[in-house]
């Protein structure tokens, strides 16, 4: 089944601890994109890849770091979480850079 | 500056009428213009599009109108049903949809059996 997994699906943590969470696609897609949705505040992205060892930043970078080794795989790192990254994150692929991406299922992350 | 614009917040209609969900965009280089639908607890799925050299697009119960002189699209979606409750956003690109996606907030659309 053609799909984006991610992980954790829920994180709660605290101010200053590390973590990652985890993107896979198995499509094989050249795009692949992360994007946090806030209430009344949409979708907004973070970073993007267009193909391996190939990032950039969004609109939200700041906070965040990203790196894309292997096509499949975009993991969003947080160095040192603060409670405003608390939000509802989503990663996305797509075959090219935009157009009809697919998304996963999300990662609600709280930082107390 | 918010390029995309989904000014009503919520929708409520009833089953087996029409629903039409607006979005309004700013920036004049967009030239692609996306529908997605969003369920509780899941990610957001594709589920309509159309480029700027179409007025219209329809596939099944859903028709998308873009009017470029206003800078105005609509979803329109008929006939409603209650599985079509969900959150729905407008995306816009530029450069044929080579740009970066722009989102607007989203509309919660609530179709009542």
């Known amino acids: 089944e053609a799909q984006v997994t991610q992980n954790p699906r829920y994180l709660i943590t605290v101010t200053g601890k590390k973590l990652t969470v985890t993107c896979s696609q198995n499509m094989n897609h050249e795009y692949m994109s992360w994007y946090r949705q806030d209430p009344g505040l949409g979708l907004r992205q973070i970073y993007y890849?267009?193909?391996?060892?190939?990032?950039d930043k969004g609109d939200v970078p700041e906070g965040y770091k990203v790196s894309r080794k292997e096509k499949r795989n975009f993991p969003l790192i947080l160095e040192s979480p603060s409670p405003n990254q608390t939000s509802l994150y989503f990663c996305?692929?797509?075959?090219?850079?935009?157009?009809?991406?697919?998304f996963g299922p999300g990662t609600r992350l709280t930082v107390l | 500056d918010q390029q995309v614009k989904q000014n009503s917040p919520s929708l409520s209609v009833q089953e087996g009428r029409i629903s039409i969900l607006n979005c309004d965009y700013t920036n004049s280089m967009f030239d692609y213009f996306l529908w997605y639908k969003k369920y509780p607890a899941e990610g957001p799925t594709f589920l309509i599009s159309?480029?700027?050299?179409?007025d219209k697009n329809e596939d099944g119960r859903f028709t998308v109108f873009l009017n470029k002189s206003a800078k105005h699209l609509s979803l329109h979606i008929v006939p409603s049903q209650p599985g079509d409750s969900a959150v729905y956003f407008c995306a816009a690109s530029a450069r044929g949809g080579s740009e970066k996606l722009v989102f607007g907030k989203g509309m919660k659309l609530t179709v009542n059996p």
């Open positions: 996305a692929s797509s075959p090219v850079r935009v157009g009809e991406q697919f």
């Open positions: 890849s267009m193909n391996v060892e190939v990032t």
């Open positions: 159309i480029s700027s050299i179409k």
